[in-house]
């Protein structure tokens, strides 16, 4: 990497802020989206990132509802312990609510709402609102699909991920 071609973190090549670094790797989950890459830049994502609102520097929502989000839902976000609500609703993500998601200790609001998801809900704290209407898998101990289906789901995903750096590596170079 050379100066000044990283929008993430820093302008020089060097580590990202672990907050930072958490979401990079549950966007992971997501297949990186281009929404997400166009918009998040430097190593603070309390100044203004998409989806993102802190409270006293600390990330406090995370709200990608409508977003076309594919993929599954990562283990990471249990890493954000001020996290108070996450949005999911409304995307195309597939698999279960992980297990490591009852630890987040601030969390009050869970909503997979619309989605495709399945499998049991993980036991939350009574004071933790989940809404997950609209998952017609949900509470089955698994999906409608084969193993080879969710394999090939998976490669899917990898495969709209590298589409969409494509896309931006194209619309770069263009540009310069």
């Known amino acids: ?5 990283n929008s993430f973190c820093l302008p020089k090549p060097g580590d990202c802020s672990p907050r930072v670094t958490t979401l ?11 929404k997400l890459a166009q918009n ?3 190593n603070d994502p309390c100044t203004d990132w998409l989806g993102i609102t802190c409270s006293n520097g600390n990330i406090s929502v995370v709200n990608f509802a409508k977003m076309d989000l594919n993929g599954t839902i990562s283990p990471d ?4 312990k001020s996290l108070q609500r996450l949005i999911l ?25 619309n989605n495709k998801l399945y499998g049991k809900v993980p036991s939350f704290r009574d004071n ?9 898998d949900i509470g089955k101990d698994n999906s409608e699909l084969t193993p080879e289906e969710e394999i090939l789901k998976g490669h899917l995903v990898q ?18």
């Open 1 to 5: 990497m050379t100066e000044d071609t």
């Open 24 to 34: 990079l790797s549950i966007s992971r989950s997501f297949g990186y989206p281009v």
């Open 40 to 42: 998040w830049k430097g």
């Open 77 to 80: 976000f249990s890493s954000l």
């Open 89 to 113: 609703a409304n995307n195309n993500l597939i698999g279960t609510i992980p297990q490591e998601l009852i630890t987040l200790p601030a969390l009050t609001e869970l909503d997979v709402s």
């Open 128 to 136: 933790v609102v989940i809404n997950t209407n609209g998952n017609l």
């Open 159 to 176: 495969q709209i991920w590298l589409h969409q750096i494509l896309l931006l590596l194209a619309e770069k170079l263009l540009v310069e």
